[in-house]
């Protein structure tokens, strides 16, 4: 222990007494090992720490899987199935719902759900107050309902009796039975979370309609049974009760599955926090290199240190221990100071990342971090302190008392070594980072067939019974009233926003839908999304007219036949080459509550409904006053600083009827950023690392050279005393570090075309193989590393023969 404290206090002084080298040192192992740690802390939250749950590994979500979709809604007769399956430990339902909660201040919209009995007590939650719900309460429809802690205090001011207190939603009375605990998070909406739950409502029509898909199904895998025990038994289960209908094709059904909830929740996410991780891990260990690299040459300095004390009875082993224990120091000390980047790198990673990342919250420091900073520190100090130390341990004693120096062919070549290993680190994360990035900008570049900038959306919806007509009456009124504003150029409405990924889709028959059939569409399935407008809405999303016209709201097309717009791919789907203004479609009229023909009076351009990264899908637009309403629907704004008219859309709201009720409101600028969220957090910090990367690895460059060159500088003395010119001392030097930054080149693209594979899935419309990826890479980096090498290279053509040799 007394050598180990020697050893200790030794290495401080030795650190101490050259404070240039030890700044530098500490600073990249800061900035390596805090980068490290703040990334840790989000993946440990999101992707490590244990679901809030009862045993949250066991808990899995059922999905239909078809070869272009991934529902996680199910039938109640699927419920059935699955808890008779014997493949899980329990079951539980949930359905999302949202109630009206009356209150002083008026009708409050609050997100809810109906779940199943045992949902709680399967999710292993307790209430802070009160109960769950009984086992009976789902078949007797009883009016009860458990609320969330933020709603309690909220609206109730955190009442200890609101226990048994009667509240009304959407005007039906239910009783308060308890409160959820303020930790508490729902398992299918772990951000924004629900303020209300009741017991789920069965209708006696639900018992055996399968078709009737409204439900999602939650179940607990027994820790006896693994994720593919479990699916090999729910897959054949599944589509066998689907036989039951004879009159269906079992193979265009999907099948049942389960995947964790955790993936659920996460979805890309946690492949992209992976990559993060290994693209920061990838930045440290180019740090350590450097450093590694900062040590051996250091040794040079310390060679008669050293030497004396070898001479004086030191073994190797303990030179070996003394240098390791400055390598410790220096690394514990930058995991010192890696705290202070922890802190600023975890904000910073919050304030970039996506805002529906769940458990996002859950990031701090705390234990795990504060372990996993420590022993990043000792891994880092081994990692650049044993191969110096190893060459330190074993010095030739005469050489080194005689020159005063360890340089040497070996100790050259495992700087290089380093430097080329630096290099190829740089290039994978140079390539992870231009892929996404390329991507990024290739999916913001895709055109969404409107246009985002002078857009407000604000979301209506109603606290009560809001029939067609009602609706379409205060529609028109509100929006000509936006019209009249100053600076509003155009206002309309539609059921659900682009970029939502909300659209409904209908499957019809080209013989029940069409008019007019084409002989190669008879007998097929056609398949479009349908949108409800009114008002302007394509002049406020300035969507593209092709053929035709819009919509008006006189009497002509309000209390006239029907008329629809369609996208110009489903024109081209229906009627080829035909215009398509004219033609006729089978709908359902909700006038007369039956199907009517509509008549097509304009062809539009397709637009990304659910997202920029999915294809424009053939759409047909429905007139409000001919549908039956649109329930929750978004007003759109066109005009200068469209923000500022948000006040006035709710006052106008409110005046026209006090029932209706402002949801939200934001710009679609917003709506797009938000839409790119992920991407670009992806793309910002793989960009930012693999800067670092590049700054590291050009010091490393030059360090290594400008050791190279102090070494050799009687050599290079000798060379120009003997008429070596200096162009030529330039181009020996740039040559003898470019060799070996090309070398770490080579590999370093070899090993980035082979892992690249790994992101690929986070990818938009760029191959994982792109060669101008790849040949932008090899450029830049060799430009980065011919100006790191000829800086030090000019410094040695400038060496004066007779200085040198009388210095030697």
């Known amino acids: ?102 209150g002083e201040g008026g009708p409050e919209l609050v997100s809810a759900a109906g779940v199943s009995p045992g949902f709680f007590k399967m999710l292993g939650v307790r209430p802070a107050a009160g109960r769950a719900f009984l086992p009976d309460e789902e078949r007797a429809r009883a ?30 009375a239910y009783t308060v039975v308890g409160v959820l605990p303020a930790d508490y998070r729902d398992p299918l ?9 009741v017991p789920m409502q069965v209708q006696d029509s639900d018992v055996n309609a399968r078709n009737s898909q409204w439900l999602h199904i939650l179940a607990r895998i027994p820790l006896d049974r693994t994720l593919a025990q479990v699916r090999s038994i729910i897959e054949p289960y599944s589509e066998q009760a689907y036989r039951e209908f004879k009159s269906v094709d079992v193979r265009s059904l999907p099948s049942f599955s389960v995947i964790p909830l955790r993936e659920n929740q996460l979805g890309s996410t946690q492949t992209a926090l992976w990559l993060i991780l290994g693209a920061v891990t990838f930045v440290l260990l180019i740090g350590c290199a450097n450093v590694a690299n900062l040590l051996l040459a250091r040794l040079t300095s310390r060679s008669n240190e050293l030497a004396i004390r070898a001479a004086v009875g030191a073994s190797r082993m303990r030179l ?63 990692l650049f302190g044993a191969l110096p130390a190893l060459r330190g341990a074993r010095l030739n004693l005469l050489t080194a008392l005689q020159s005063g120096k360890t340089g040497n062919p070996r100790q050259r070549r495992s700087l290089n070594l380093l430097l080329a290993g630096e290099v190829a680190l740089t290039v994978v994360l140079l390539a992870g980072a231009m892929l996404s990035l390329t991507s990024f900008v290739r999916l913001t570049n895709v055109d969404p067939g409107f246009e985002t900038g002078d857009v407000l959306t604000v979301g209506m919806t109603y606290a009560g ?21 100053p600076g509003v150029k155009a206002a309309g409405a539609v059921d659900n926003l682009p970029l939502t990924g909300s659209w409904s889709q209908v499957t019809t028959t080209a013989d029940t839908f069409l008019e007019d059939v084409r002989p190669e569409l008879r007998g097929q399935k056609i398949t479009y999304e349908q949108g409800v407008i009114s008002g302007d809405y394509f002049q406020a999303m300035r969507i593209s007219v092709l053929a035709g016209r819009t919509f008006t709201s006189t009497s002509a097309d309000a209390g006239g036949p029907p008329v629809v717009m369609v996208s110009a791919d489903l024109a081209r789907n229906l009627w080829g080459d035909a ?29 990304h409904h659910r997202g920029l990264s999915l294809q424009t899908n053939p759409t047909l637009y429905r007139f409000l006053p001919h549908t039956s309403g649109m329930g929750q629907f978004t007003v759109i704004l066109h005009g200068e600083n469209p923000a500022q008219f948000a006040p006035t859309v709710r006052q106008l709201a409110r005046q026209l009827d006090r029932a209706v009720i402002v949801t939200g409101t934001r710009t679609f600028d917003q709506i797009f950023r938000e839409h790119v969220a992920e991407p670009r957090f992806l793309a910002l910090l793989l960009t930012s690392f693999a800067t670092v990367a590049v700054l590291l690895a050009a010091v490393g460059i030059y360090g290594v050279l400008s050791y190279a060159v102090g070494q050799r500088r009687q050599e290079i003395g000798i060379r120009m005393a003997l008429g070596a010119r200096p162009a030529e001392v330039l181009r020996m030097t740039v040559a003898a570090g470019m060799k070996w930054t090309l070398a770490g080149l080579a590999v370093g693209l070899v090993a980035a075309l082979w892992l690249s594979r790994f992101i690929k899935t986070q990818l938009f419309e ?23 090498c000829w800086i030090p290279a000019r410094r040695a053509a400038r060496v004066d023969p007779m200085v040198a040799l009388r210095h030697e």
């Not at 980047?341 to 795990?368: H, N």
């Not at 033609?583 to 509509?598: C, E, G, M, Y």
Request: hydrophobic share 50%; with cysteine; aromatic share 8%.
């Open 579 to 607: 215009d398509a203004v004219g033609k006729r479609v089978s709908l359902w009229d909700r006038r007369t509550q039956k199907s009517a023909w509509a008549t097509v009076i304009g062809v539009t351009g397709g637009i």
């Open 143 to 172: 009016r009860v309902a458990v609320i969330g802690d933020e709603l309690w205090a909220r609206h109730f001011v955190r009442d200890p009796k609101v226990i048994g207190k009667p509240i009304k939603l959407s005007g039906t």
């Open 1 to 102: 222990m007394e050598t180990i404290w020697q050893d200790v206090r030794y290495g401080m002084r030795t650190l101490a007494a050259r404070p240039g080298f030890t700044a530098v040192a500490l600073l990249t192992l800061a900035l390596g090992i805090g980068a490290n740690t703040a990334i840790f802390s989000v993946v440990n939250a999101v992707l490590l720490a244990p679901l809030p749950y009862q045993d949250g590994g066991q808990l899995v979500i059922a999905v239909r899987r078809a070869p272009t979709l991934l529902r996680t809604l199910a039938s109640y007769p699927d419920l059935t199935d699955f808890q008779q399956s014997g493949a899980f430990e329990d079951v539980a339902a949930i359905r999302g719902m949202g109630f009206f909660l009356e």
């Open 766 to 788: 760029v191959s994982v193989t792109d060669p101008m990826v790849y040949t932008g890479i090899a450029l830049f980096l060799g430009a980065i590393a011919l100006l790191a």
């Open 320 to 382: 070996a221990t003394q240098l390791m224990t400055e390598s410790l120091l220096l690394s514990l000390l930058g995991g010192i100071g890696a705290l202070v980047f922890v802190l600023w790198g975890l904000d910073l990673v919050k304030a970039i990342s996506p805002v529906e990342v769940p458990w996002m919250d859950r990031a701090r420091l705390g234990l795990p971090v504060f372990t996993f900073a420590l022993l990043a520190s000792l891994v880092c100090g081994l």
């Open 189 to 197: 909406r772990p951000v924004s979370g629900r303020d209300i739950y």
């Open 465 to 485: 019974e809001w029939r067609s007509p009602q609706q379409a009456a205060f529609a028109d009124e509100l929006l000509a009233r936006l019209r009249a504003l």
